[in-house]
């Protein structure tokens, strides 16, 4: 079992920028990648990017793509997601999450952290 804890979310208006965390721990970890997902209230939960952990390939929705950049440290297992350009509709809860192939799906996943919420003001 993994624990997560996501941090470096706030408010900030649209144009800003802001970096969030994942810190993983657990003595079992290992995973494909870690992905970051977001969820607004009343909307199904997003995938949002993907880095793998061995080679730092990198992965986007559709809708971040060009404004965000994942990244991680291997020798923290953190991830961290850097957001340029906030727009009022990347208001949401962001939560990481360890992701095999799949990595865009998350509906098989129990352990998830607390979240970050990130709040963009127009």
């Known amino acids: 079992q993994v624990q997560l804890v996501e941090s470096g979310g706030g408010l900030v208006q649209a144009g800003d920028s802001l970096r969030l965390s994942c810190a993983a721990s657990?003595?079992?970890?290992?995973?494909?990648?870690m992905a970051w997902f977001r969820q607004a209230p009343g909307k199904e939960r997003e995938f949002v990017a993907a880095?793998?952990?061995?080679?730092?390939?990198?992965y986007y929705g559709d809708s971040v793509k060009g404004r965000f950049t994942i990244s991680r440290d291997t020798t923290k297992n953190t991830a961290y997601l850097q957001m340029n350009n906030l727009k009022a509709e990347d208001t949401a809860v962001y939560y990481c999450?360890?992701?095999?192939?799949?990595?865009?799906?998350?509906?098989?996943?129990?352990?998830w952290g607390q979240g970050t919420q990130v709040t963009v003001s127009s």
């Open positions: 999450a360890p992701r095999g192939v799949e990595y865009r799906q998350s509906s098989d996943f129990d352990s």
């Open positions: 880095i793998t952990w061995i080679n730092g390939f990198r």
């Open positions: 657990g003595r079992t970890f290992r995973s494909y990648a």
